[in-house]
């Protein structure tokens, strides 16, 4: 207690020297305030110095307001702005010490991970910690470890990597991040390109990206996304997929997890700061944070497989793996985080079959948190639009675990929902009415208006699949069930939700197909492929057309089934959808029934339109695809 009381009095004594010192116009800058305030606060014992620093404060702010005398009122006003600069500057004290802990922490942290260093330097640079490591602390961690690599009792270069690589890795990630940081959006302007895997030419940024770099494995990499080649052909032997010898080390590693790191989060500040059209932004960061976590997971993929040197190898993939879940767990932390709708429209069915158990690895070794629980509903949905019908249930149900125990109302509303649509295509139509009509009640307790609109097509879409179920001939049944759907879609309409009016229009639309209400049914599906396309889900824009091909069919507008048909079928197949089945069945059906022909003659007269959306190449692959697997109920 009385060394307490000492430090105490010591406090006080330097506030109040500081004080006189201004007053007596010998403090020439904050800089010196910073100065005394460093030599003279011990480290550890912060919170002490702040209590005597807010009594100050307060005493004189009494004074200020009580003071009469005008000359000790003037003084007293003097004496409160002297202590308003030292507290300015010893909130910067504060926050350079703290900077200070972070950094000894980070760098205790390597050393003693003696079995696996890459890991724990990539731990260290994680985002997502409550202080993350700046820039500058990390060239000062690179210079830290370069001098810890002096001593042979704590430098071991066999634990993944030894330090002076780590060190390196560090350098070489800053360098390549600057030399690409004056082209970061230059493409955009220039070239108009989208962000994304979309397939063979020189699409996006990721060219323009590797004439910038001069290290060879940065440069590689960005060559293969600009081709639409593998990203985990390229790791699993990145000499052979490139033709140039390649041998990645721990400090290539490290380059590469920086460098994308800082690619990732400046794209999404600039794609953040689009308030001229904020919806775009959310669109273009949605898509950012996607696409550099499929790196990682495709990275994985290829080292996982990998027989050289396997021990690495597998070192290198739990690292890539690590980065992927940073990626994740701080687009989880976002407002615009997509809990509803399709959010991989950058990537082809090829990348999103392959990689969601990749995605799925390291989040089976995180802790149960709310940031989790989001992303095991991303990875539900996407499940579900491959038609991995038990393996997105299983996700949902652990999402909704962890959402109810974490607190996050509005996550678990959006699992509710998503469950209700699964329990639809699994035709279990009692429980998905029952689990909308849940997430409708705790919606609107909460107050969460996309919830509702979701909740309240759901539950119209369920009880109209319940109603055929039971060979419902009542319409008023019907009328009832697509009213709450209409009910939904203005919801969302007030909101401005265009996933919610997707789907809620869809819903609508494969309701009326349902029902045999055609014509009705086409003007509903139209207006969901127009949202769809807006928020770039394709799974449901796919969905929208199959459904669009058997209205028209309905109608007997075969032609017009046949191009909505075709594309719808070529979409949904290019996400590795199994609903790709159902309109390539509808096609097969029409051309028994015309003959082949003349289903060729309408892909003709339709080819410019189709070639606008799918390709050449798309276009060519349409008959192959007609004729592929006999469609299934």
């Not at 001098?147 to 071991?156: D, H, K, L, M, Y």
């Not at 793996?321 to 082809?348: C, E, K, N, T, W």
């Not at 139209?526 to 799974?539: C, K, P, R, V, Y």
Request: net charge negative.
């Amino acid at each position: 207690m009385s060394d307490a009381s000492s430090l105490r009095d010591r406090y006080c004594e330097l506030i109040d020297h500081i004080t006189n010192l201004t007053l007596k116009g010998k403090i020439r800058s904050k800089e010196q305030v910073y100065q005394l305030l460093n030599d003279g606060v011990e480290g550890g014992t912060g919170e002490l110095f702040d209590r005597c620093l807010g009594d100050r404060l307060a005493g004189m702010q009494r004074q200020t307001e009580t003071q009469t005398d005008e000359l000790q009122h003037a003084k007293a006003l003097r004496s409160l702005r002297a202590l308003k600069t030292i507290q300015g500057e010893w909130d910067r004290w504060q926050q350079d010490h703290q900077a200070d802990r972070t950094l000894e922490a980070a760098l205790q942290s390597i050393l003693q991970a003696e079995g696996d260093r890459l890991l724990a330097l990539l731990m260290a640079l994680d985002p997502n910690q409550p202080q993350p490591l700046r820039m500058g602390q990390w060239q000062e961690l690179a210079q830290r470890l370069t001098e810890q690599a002096e001593n042979p009792e704590v430098e071991n270069p066999h634990a993944g990597g030894g330090l002076t690589a780590l060190a390196q890795g560090i350098r070489q990630g800053i360098e390549s991040w600057q030399r690409i940081e004056p082209h970061l959006v230059s493409w955009i302007y220039d070239q108009g390109r989208s962000l994304g895997f979309e397939g063979a030419g020189q699409r996006g940024p990721w060219m323009l990206w590797s004439q910038q770099v001069k290290r060879p494995i940065p440069q590689a990499l960005f060559e293969t996304l600009s081709l639409g080649r593998s990203l985990s052909e390229w790791a699993e032997h990145p000499t052979q997929t490139t033709g140039q010898h390649l041998e990645i080390q721990a400090a290539d590693w490290i380059e590469l997890a920086i460098l994308l790191r800082c690619l990732q989060q400046g794209l999404v500040t600039w794609f953040d700061k689009l308030v001229y059209d904020s919806k775009v932004g959310a669109k273009l960061s949605r898509s950012t944070y996607l696409v550099f976590a499929l790196i990682w997971a495709q990275l994985a993929m290829g080292l996982q497989r990998q027989t050289i040197h396997p021990n690495i190898s597998q070192m290198f993939a739990k690292t890539c793996l690590q980065a992927g879940l940073q990626i994740l767990r701080a687009f989880a932390q976002r407002d615009y985080f997509p809990l509803y709708g399709g959010i991989f429209v950058s990537f082809s069915g090829q990348y999103l079959a392959d990689t969601l158990s990749y995605l799925d690895l390291p989040l089976q070794q995180a802790d149960g948190t709310q940031e989790k629980a989001r992303i095991l509903t991303l990875l539900g949905y996407s499940s579900l639009v491959l038609g991995q019908r038990d393996r997105a249930l299983g996700f949902y149900n652990q999402a909704l675990d962890i959402a109810q125990a974490a607190g996050d109302r509005p996550c678990q509303i959006a699992v509710l929902n998503h469950l209700s649509r699964l329990d639809v295509g699994n035709q279990q139509y009692s429980q998905a009415i029952g689990r909308a009509q849940r997430a409708l009640i705790l919606s609107r307790e909460a107050g969460d208006r996309p919830g509702e609109a979701n909740a309240l097509a759901n539950l119209g879409f369920s009880e109209v699949f319940e109603a055929q179920q039971r060979e419902e001939a009542d319409p008023d049944y019907y009328e009832s069930a697509i009213d709450r759907l209409q009910q939904g879609l203005q919801l969302a309409e007030r909101l401005g939700d265009r996933q919610s009016q997707a789907l809620c229009l869809s819903s609508l639309g494969i309701a009326h197909v349902v029902i045999e209400a055609p014509q009705q049914a086409i003007a509903f599906l139209e207006g969901g492929i127009h949202a769809s396309q807006f928020t770039g889900d394709l799974f449901l824009q796919g969905t929208n057309l199959a459904y669009l091909a058997e209205a028209h069919y309905q109608l007997h507008h075969l032609e017009s089934a046949v191009y909505a048909g075709a594309l719808g079928m070529y979409l949904l197949h290019q996400m590795a959808s199994s609903s790709w089945r159902q309109p390539a069945g509808l096609l097969q059906i029409i051309q028994g029934k015309l003959g082949e022909g003349p289903v060729k003659a309408v892909l003709e007269q339709q080819r410019s339109k189709l070639i606008a959306i799918i390709g050449v190449d798309g276009y060519d692959y349409l008959p192959t695809l007609m004729s592929q697997n006999p469609p299934q109920a």
